[in-house]
């Protein structure tokens, strides 16, 4: 089992930046893809960002490319994602995933996910 907690979240106003935060605990973290993805009123979740378990590759939505960052930390079991240039669009309820193996931009394929936290950003 991996119990994941997503923070950071708030309001920010549009052009702003953000850093969500994911702490994971349980089984051994850096054995873990990580990744997030996030959730806006009335529509499916959709993927933002993944990581390998070593940090070394990492995965974009086009919407977020060049604007959003994912890093992580084994050492403190912690995953990032930086977030720049924020636009209303962007406002969602932010998750971060866990799966064994290599990453995925399919929700359905990680198993274990954090409670979410909101974002909202302002025009």
């Known amino acids: 089992q991996v119990q994941l907690v997503e923070s950071g979240g708030g309001l920010v106003q549009a052009g702003g930046s953000l850093r969500l935060s994911c702490a994971a605990s349980?089984?051994?973290?850096?054995?873990?893809?990580m990744g997030w993805f996030r959730q806006a009123p009335g529509k499916e979740r959709e993927f933002v960002a993944a990581i390998t378990w070593s940090g070394g590759s990492t995965y974009y939505a086009d919407s977020v490319k060049a604007r959003f960052t994912i890093s992580r930390d084994n050492a403190k079991n912690t995953v990032y994602l930086r977030m720049n240039s924020l636009k209303p669009e962007d406002t969602a309820v932010y998750y971060c995933a866990a799966m064994e193996d290599y990453p995925s931009t399919d929700l359905y394929e990680y198993d274990y996910w954090g409670q979410g936290t909101q974002v909202t950003v302002s025009s």
């Open positions: 349980g089984r051994t973290f850096s054995s873990y893809a």
